[in-house]
């Protein structure tokens, strides 16, 4: 296994990685809203929050040799179901088809007062 880090994401807010990459693999750690120079919640609406959440992804992809494009299965983690259809939109023009496998869930609660946290396993490009 290696460690993946990027000063373009979040660092990690508890005793864990960023991702890790094991045979191929790709495995990215739940990202949220935060911007990686402040450490601060961004976003004024569900959309922009899903927007840095997908530019943490990003860059955590990058940085183990990967991309978007290399993404076989999401997990989002939503504080309100009513958001759904807004995380989808933001969700969907940083994919591509075939879209990746994906689950949906509705939470009570993540570690930081956000309404979107998404995990990604992705193959590894390079």
Request: proline share 7%; hydrophobic share 35%.
């Amino acid at each position: 296994m290696k460690e993946v880090s990027t000063p373009n994401a979040p660092p990690s807010i508890g005793p864990f990685s960023q991702g890790l990459v094991d045979d191929g693999t790709v495995y990215v750690s739940g990202q949220g809203p935060i911007d990686p120079e402040t450490e601060a919640i961004v976003g004024e609406d569900i959309e922009d929050e899903t927007h840095r959440t997908m530019k943490n992804i990003g860059a955590v992809l990058e940085a183990a040799g990967s991309s978007l494009d290399d993404v076989v299965k999401a997990t989002v983690f939503i504080q309100d179901m009513d958001d759904y259809d807004a995380i989808n939109g933001v969700y969907e023009e940083y994919l591509s088809e075939p879209y990746p496998a994906r689950s949906a869930i509705q939470v009570e609660d993540l570690p930081v007062d956000i309404g979107v946290e998404i995990e990604i396993i992705a193959r590894v490009s390079q």
